[in-house]
């Protein structure tokens, strides 16, 4: 099975194409950059260098989210129109777990800064999700985990390591970029999903409907409907 997968949930813009759970190329550029106008020459790139077509691609994995609401939607209205353009299958998966490296024992935490010292954060242990993935103040992430005996950070960990230190001083920090190869292997096997119905998974409002919901009450017209 042939796959793009490609992550461009935060500033940087990963993206792997991958003949099951081989390499045959991958990208990274870590710089901000308007994703829109990157993400399809990027792809074009990597295809044309490989000698492939967009027909010889069998599947789309894409990070989900959450993350930056610019580059998930992106992501996401790239990835649906490749899908439903070439008929293929897609799949969506967690821009947290992909945050991951290998090879990490006990209770790991990947974030991603959301601003103003919160941030999306999940909780895994041997890549199994042991809280829901949430967006937090980075004192609530610190208080689910005092009682762990072994716990890293991972992800975007630049802004919050002193914070680490000084609450859990047994903590490893280790911090990580996304990586689309990772992605595309742990949507290999999974499931594919409705190209219709597929979203983003944000984890948060975006500050205009939250803004909108401290004067209007939350019902079935919702903000975007009144929009």
């Not at 027909?55 to 990070?63: E, H, N, P, Q």
């Not at 610019?70 to 992909?98: D, M």
Request: charged fraction near 20%; hydrophobic fraction near 45%.
């Amino acid at each position: 099975m042939k796959i793009a997968a490609f992550d461009t949930s935060s500033k940087a813009l990963s993206l792997a194409i991958l003949e099951d759970k081989q390499v045959l190329a991958e990208t990274m550029i870590n710089i901000k950059k308007n994703h829109s106008i990157t993400l399809m020459p990027a792809i074009d790139f990597l295809m044309a260098s490989l000698d492939l077509t967009p027909k010889d691609l069998d599947r789309i994995v894409v990070a989900e989210g959450p993350g930056s609401y610019t580059g998930l939607r992106i992501a996401v209205a790239t990835a649906k129109t490749l899908a439903h353009t070439l008929k293929i299958e897609l799949v969506g998966v967690s821009s947290l777990l992909a945050l991951i490296p290998k090879q990490v024992e006990g209770l790991v935490i990947p974030v991603k800064d959301a601003r103003r010292n919160n941030v999306y954060a999940g909780f895994y242990e041997n890549a199994q999700s042991v809280f829901p993935e949430a967006h937090l103040s980075f004192a609530e992430v610190l208080e689910q985990v005092k009682n762990a005996e072994q716990v890293t950070f991972v992800g975007e960990t630049a802004a919050f390591a002193e914070q680490i230190k000084a609450a859990l001083p047994q903590a490893t920090i280790q911090p990580t970029l996304p990586d689309a190869t990772a992605i595309g292997r742990l949507g290999l096997d999974l499931p594919a999903q409705s190209i219709h119905d597929f979203v983003p998974n944000y984890l948060k409002r975006v500050e205009a409907e939250e803004n909108w919901l401290k004067t209007h009450q939350e019902s079935s017209d919702s903000y975007i409907q009144r929009l």
